[in-house]
Structures are given as structure tokens and as C-alpha cells.
């Protein structure tokens, strides 16, 4: 039995799934996790791997039409769990991308908007971030003070964005703003005059992703950029739902490669006389984290099947988001710890993972959100 895949879910995939997961596996190890090490190091996003990623083709992958695959809810997750095997910065790229940013476009946007910008989204021609959270809002995006004011046909933003991954580097960010109607959407191209993006440095998680602050000092769009099915903040609120879908099947990823390090060292280092893994202690910590990710992957793959067939309940995202990263934690906190001192270089994967794992954690929806959604869901009372 695979420790990784303990009660054999891959053998289940569908064919198509199990290629998607073959081809992104394969460019994970070939181009990611050669140069993802000194990236981390560097604090620097290893963009030199945004054409590649577009040309992979994963890119908006359960979206139908205009250039991009419409492939499975687990196909996605497939996805999402192998690039975060190399490193949360990489899966948070093509998250925001396929589930922030094309997927509002697909679904709230006008045929013009998705003939515009999907095919070039979709092979990473273009890329785009997602402006939801504010400095003062944080947790609660009804404090959102980012404005939008009608002029004719035109739109006048002002307001300030936080933590916007991959905005520096994006062409495109959708913004989500108060308007006398309610909050509207809206795409933002970044030479809009008046737009700005300032990347937030001295990070010590997710240091191989770029995460920016967004600035609006009256950015004029016209009524076209405004997405026209966009209504209120239950539309930015899908597309976190879209995200943290994507996040409870890359922790896998994460909780994975730190199992596998630490099977592979416990084989190799000897103390007193014996590998680490011949002795019950390490025997009885390593087999807590096959269980741990073994539930963990049931329960994405279940929330997959959910998805794939219309019965996904946002509470049920908010579980797996929550349990699934506070396994990959758990885990990397442990492997780090079964590596004594080796665990602390960025050699081993470990120590990076659980500092990454740190911000997934608080992103798309602190731990603590996740319990008051679905203690929401169990008593039918809101909390918040």
C-alpha cells in the first residue's frame, strides 16, 4: 500500500484525471522542485515557469469554451494537489488564475469580456489577481471601503487592496467594490491611469509567490468592464468558494511531499544503531500522518464528487479547507521535527511547507471562519 494513497483512491480516477495527473506530476518534478528551493530562499516567484505553466493547458481547467479544457472538479483538485507538492506559491498562482480570476470572468462576466480575456488567461498570455480583501476588513468583507461611482457610462474606483497574490505581475485584476446598487465587480487593466500595485516584502511564508497591495486613486472604467451578472458580495464569495476548493486538495500535495521526506530520511539516518523508522516511536508518528492524510484525501475526493455532480454545499468546503490544512500542518510540523536539525535547511521541504501552510491557513477564509461556517450549518444560527 502507497503511504501517500493509503486506501487507493487513484486507481478510481478517471482516465483523463490520472493523465492531468501524470503530465502536472511530471512538470512538478522536472522544472518546479529543481529551482523552487532557491526561489523560497530568494523570496522571488519562479515566473521563468508562467509560459510552461500555460502551455500545460491547466489553467481555468473546469471551464467549458473559450480556449480553456472543462475538465472534472477532481481534475482540478489533481492539479491543485501536485503543484502544491512543490510549493503553496505555485498552486496559489494558478488558483487565483483559474478560480479568482477566470472563473468570475465565466461566470458573472459578458460574452465580451470572455472572448477577450479567457483564451489569453487560459495560456497564461495574460495574467490576474483578484481584489477582495482590504487592510481594514480582513475576515469581514462587509467593511469592504473600496468605492465605485457611476459617471455616465463610466466607473470611478477608489480604494486600497491587501495580500493580492499575484498582483504586481497581473494584467488584469478584478476588483470588487461598494456602488449605490451594492457590490459590483469590476476588471481593472493595470495601466489604468491611477492603479498601482506595491509588492509586500519581509514575508517569511509564501515567499515564492508574489503578494501584492493594490491601490485605486479614481480608476476610471467604462460601464463595459463592470461585470454584468455580478451582484452583492455573494459573487465574490463563490469564487472563495471555487478557491478554497482547489486549497483543501492542495494541502494534500503539501502534507504528501513532507511524508515522503520524512519516510525517505527516517530511512537513511541511523541513531543508536538503527534506522529511525525501525523504532516504535517513529513507526507509531509516521503512521498518525498516513492517517491523517488518508482521511483527508477522502474527503477532498468526496467534496469533488459533490462538485462534479451540482450537490456541493459551501459549509462542506469549509470543512475540508479547514481539515485539510490543519492536517498538512500538522504533518509538516512533525517531519520537520523527525529531521532534528536537517529539517531547518531548505534541503528538505518540511520547515517550508509548514511556514507556507501558515498563510494557507489564514487565506481564502481564516480556521476560525471555517468553524463558525459550519457551526453555522449544524445549528442554524449565525455567530459571526
Known amino acids: 500500500m502507497s503511504p501517500e494513497d493509503f486506501c487507493a483512491v487513484g486507481p478510481d480516477l478517471g482516465e483523463e484525471e490520472r493523465l492531468v495527473q501524470q503530465t502536472v506530476a511530471r512538470f512538478v518534478d522536472e ?5 523552487i528551493p532557491e526561489a523560497f530562499e530568494a523570496g522571488r516567484f519562479p515566473s521563468e515557469l508562467i509560459p510552461e505553466i500555460g502551455a500545460l493547458g ?28 512543490a510549493d503553496s506559491g ?9 478560480s479568482l480570476v477566470m472563473y468570475p470572468i465565466a461566470a458573472f462576466g459578458s460574452d465580451e469580456q470572455k472572448e477577450g480575456w479567457l483564451p489569453r488567461l487560459a495560456r497564461a498570455q495574460a495574467i490576474g489577481c483578484f481584489g477582495l480583501t482590504e487592510p481594514q476588513g480582513g475576515s469581514d468583507p462587509s467593511a469592504m471601503q473600496t468605492h465605485a461611482q457611476r459617471k455616465g457610462d463610466e466607473w470611478v474606483l477608489n480604494g486600497s487592496k491587501m495580500w493580492i497574490t499575484n498582483g504586481s505581475i497581473a494584467d488584469l485584476a478584478v476588483i470588487w467594490a461598494r456602488t449605490d446598487e451594492g457590490v459590483r465587480g469590476f476588471l481593472v487593466e493595470k495601466d489604468r491611469p491611477g492603479f498601482r500595485a506595491q509588492d509586500i516584502k519581509h514575508k517569511l511564508s509564501l515567499r515564492a509567490s508574489v503578494t501584492s497591495a493594490l491601490f485605486l486613486d479614481h480608476v476610471t472604467v467604462p460601464e463595459a468592464n463592470r461585470l454584468p451578472d455580478a451582484s452583492g458580495l455573494k459573487a465574490p464569495l463563490s469564487c472563495l468558494t471555487q ?7 492542495g494541502a494534500l500535495g503539501a502534507a504528501r511531499s513532507c511524508l515522503t521526506t520524512a519516510l525517505e530520511y527516517g530511512r537513511t539516518r541511523e541513531l543508536f544503531g538503527r534506522p529511525l523508522i525501525a523504532t516504535q516511536t517513529i513507526q507509531r508518528r509516521l503512521a498518525e500522518m ?16 459533490l462538485k462534479d455532480t451540482g450537490r456541493l454545499d459551501p459549509a462542506q468546503v469549509s470543512l475540508a479547507k479547514w481539515n485539510n490544512v490543519r492536517m498538512a500542518l ?14 531547518i535547511t531548505t534541503e528538505f521541504s518540511p520547515l517550508r511547507h509548514a511556514l507556507n501552510l501558515e498563510s494557507v491557513m489564514t487565506y481564502e477564509g481564516t480556521e476560525t471562519i471555517h468553524e463558525l461556517i459550519v457551526g453555522k450549518a449544524v445549528t442554524g444560527i449565525d455567530a459571526f
Open 243 to 249: 478557491a478554497r476548493y482547489g486549497i483543501a486538495w
Open 290 to 305: 498516513v492517517r491523517s492524510l488518508t482521511l483527508a484525501r477522502l474527503l477532498a475526493w468526496r467534496l469533488g464528487q
Open 330 to 343: 500538522e504533518i509538516a510540523r512533525d517531519a520537520r521535527d523527525l529531521l532534528g536539525g536537517a529539517g
Open 58 to 85: 491547466i489553467l481555468g481547467s473546469s471551464i467549458r469554451g473559450h480556449g480553456c479544457p472543462g475538465l472534472s472538479s477532481i481534475a482540478y483538485g489533481v492539479i491543485c494537489e501536485e503543484l502544491e507538492r
Open 90 to 98: 505555485l498552486r496559489s498562482f494558478v488558483s487565483v488564475q483559474s
Open 31 to 35: 522544472r518546479a522542485l529543481p529551482v
